[in-house]
């Protein structure tokens, strides 16, 4: 319930902000709707769905149920989540610097490190031939134009 | 008549050209892979080979992706019969029985009644496509913008009747698929709305980032975060070929299902899960026997699969006929046709003829190969779930990045996937449906424009809804729809369907 109270005022105050940015494009008239009308509304939506969702959820916190809605599980692994989104933001941004090939290579090699399970070895053939396998069906087979290394690669 | 089978015959010269063949083999392919390996569904897979796409031209595109999705309804049925796992949603169902069958050491006919009836139901479906297609783009000729949007509507609405968990939570999602769908320059007024002066936000969001952060990298966060453990039960598969007595207790069950998933497909919100379910629960009560429902009657795998295969063909009438997405499938779908500058709609039939009978045509073409392919492949498919997720996992982040970057060649795009990524990661923990949004997202602009023209249409007043026939009827089906959700028997009953189908 907590959990719910969070995400509707989060998106109760997202809806409002968007609702009041979008009035600057125009309302417009009914009759000639300008450019601000359907995010105004769209924004209006999520606002007032957002505030029942709150009060909803505040209402059955007070009145002591629990549980209605299954709580989301566990996320015992949560660091290794987090790991792989910086990881990801790190590609894009290796990318600009080493080019394709070594930092995807780098890139699945800490990917595949983040399961104990996996052998350094297995970790190298997992980066070895899927940086090899990426290179080969977007660079050479699709042509899609990566920034190279300095190395040219 | 002889027009059809004339354009159809022209269709197949379309589908038949090697390169269109070897898209819709590599699809249904592709498709059962998907469909077989747990915890990626045709959603995540079209996502993450939209880029492949882009070289391929809008007709190969769309046979592919067609391929895909009927391809992954044969695959689910493998999992769920042989693990009882469903290998994507809407075979969840198929778990009930399917794996009992198996385990009273019918695995064999299980799979097979799934396949014959998947072929069954899918060459039954295309069949009623062929026919009724024509017709429903020259019907479709006459709904004007009050008739787009109220059909639009209700599509929305249905989906948040659909969605899992709160219809409040639905909404929420559908209006923030809307506002995002509005981000970059309107075409009325070439006001730029929501870009912050960022460039790269003028031409709006890209769809393929998007689902491909939403889908693909949310899900395997998911994995990644909360492990789950996956056991293979061994079993030996023989005797595929389902007996006479099997056939005779089958027959019924495919014809219902075929009829119940293509209708269900067919209507804006519907979809494969829904009618999977709604075909065993149609089996059991008509079932002189229901009491060996879950105990491995082979009804309840011939019906379920059956429709489930029908739905995916019948999703592709509204988008075909109306150009409207009837589920998050086809929202991806149309996402890949409108990159090519392709819009669904009923021109579409008159403007592309190669395009709509050459897809039609390689259906026909993809159920067959499905069937001749899948049976003797079954050994090869058991093989592939033994692939650990940890080695697969490294593979699927980085298809998503290179796939998003290589769009627009953009790093920003590459960015804008991993937050979309751990936006729907959140969003899926706390209930919020990511599909709603992108469906929301996708028909966004077209129910915008819909929309103006018609207050434009009726000066202002919102009567032009109700005074018309067609959105009078649409929009209050919709309503009672939503006002139904309210009253407790039936959204219990909604939220005990929706619940079991949130699984993949």
């Known amino acids: ?153 | 008549m002889g027009d059809t089978l004339n354009l159809l015959a022209n269709g197949f010269a379309v589908a038949l050209q090697p390169g269109n063949l070897m898209l819709c083999l590599l699809g249904a392919a592709v498709g059962t892979l998907v469909g077989v390996l747990p915890g990626l569904g045709p959603v995540a897979t079209m996502a993450l080979l939209l880029p492949l796409t882009y070289s391929m031209g809008p007709t190969g595109a769309l046979i592919m992706f067609a391929g895909i999705y009927y391809g992954a309804m044969y695959g689910g049925s493998t999992t769920s019969i042989l693990l009882n796992i469903p290998g994507e949603a809407a075979s969840v169902i198929t778990c009930l029985d399917g794996h009992e069958m198996a385990r009273q050491g019918r695995a064999g006919p299980a799979l097979g009644i799934a396949a014959f009836g998947s072929f069954i139901a899918g060459t039954a479906s295309v069949l009623a496509l062929t026919l009724i297609a024509a017709p429903l783009a020259q019907f479709a000729l006459r709904f004007s913008y009050p008739e787009y949007v109220a059909l639009m509507l209700l599509g929305l609405l249905l989906v948040v009747f659909l969605a899992s968990g709160s219809l409040l939570k639905a909404f929420v999602m559908v209006g923030l698929g809307l506002l995002l769908s509005t981000v970059g320059q309107d075409v009325v007024s070439g006001a730029f709305r929501f870009t912050f002066g960022v460039p790269t936000l003028m031409d709006g969001l890209d769809i393929g980032p998007m689902i491909m952060g939403l889908f693909g990298v949310s899900e395997v966060l998911s994995n990644i975060a909360s492990p789950k453990e996956r056991v293979l039960v061994q079993t030996r598969v023989r005797d595929l070929l389902p007996s006479r007595e099997d056939w005779r207790r089958s027959r019924a069950p495919i014809g219902r299902g075929t009829i119940i998933g293509f209708l269900l497909g067919a209507l804006p919100g519907g979809g494969a899960i829904v009618s999977s379910f709604a075909s065993y629960a149609i089996e059991k009560r008509l079932s002189r026997t229901p009491e060996i429902f879950g105990k491995g009657a082979i009804e309840g795998v011939a019906g379920p699969e059956a429709a489930n295969n029908a739905a995916s063909v019948g999703s592709f009438v509204p988008l075909l006929t109306f150009g409207i997405p009837s589920n998050i499938v086809m929202a991806i779908v149309m996402g890949a046709l409108m990159v090519h500058g392709v819009t669904p709609g009923p021109l579409l039939i008159k403007e592309r003829p190669d395009l709509f009978w050459g897809v039609i045509a390689s259906m026909y073409l993809g159920n067959i190969a499905l069937l001749v392919l899948n049976l003797p492949m079954i050994a090869l498919w058991v093989q592939v779930l033994r692939i650990p997720y940890r080695v697969l996992f490294p593979v699927i982040l980085i298809f998503c990045a290179v796939g998003s970057y290589s769009m627009n060649n953009s790093l920003f795009d590459v960015y804008m996937m991993t937050v979309f990524g751990v936006i729907g990661f959140l969003m899926k923990r706390h209930g919020y449906e990511p599909a709603v949004l992108v469906l929301a997202f996708v028909i966004g602009p077209i129910l915008e424009q819909s929309l103006r023209q018609s207050l434009l249409l009726g000066d202002g007043s919102f009567t032009i809804f109700v005074t018309r026939p067609i959105p009078l009827v649409l929009l209050a089906a919709g309503a009672a729809l939503i006002l139904s959700a309210a009253i407790p028997a039936i959204g219990r009953r909604r939220r005990a369907m929706v619940a079991a189908a949130d699984v993949d």
């Open chain 1, 1 to 153: 319930m907590k959990a719910d109270i969070f995400s509707g005022l989060l998106f109760g105050v997202l809806g409002a902000v968007a609702a009041v940015h979008a009035r600057g494009f125009g309302l417009g008239t009914l009759a000639e709707p300008g450019a601000g009308f359907f995010p105004f509304w769209g924004g209006v939506l999520i606002a007032s769905c957002a505030a029942a969702i709150v009060l909803n959820a505040s209402l059955r916190l007070r009145a002591g149920w629990r549980q209605d809605v299954p709580v989301p599980l566990a996320v015992p692994n949560w660091p290794k989540a987090v790991m792989c989104v910086i990881s990801l933001l790190a590609y894009a941004v290796m990318l600009a610097w080493l080019g394709f090939a070594i930092s995807t290579f780098l890139t699945m090699l800490a990917l595949s490190r983040f399961d104990s399970r996996t052998s350094w070895r297995g970790s190298l053939a997992i980066a070895g031939l899927g940086a090899a396998g990426f290179w080969l069906l977007f660079v050479r087979l699709l042509g899609v134009n990566f920034p190279t290394s300095p190395l040219g690669l």
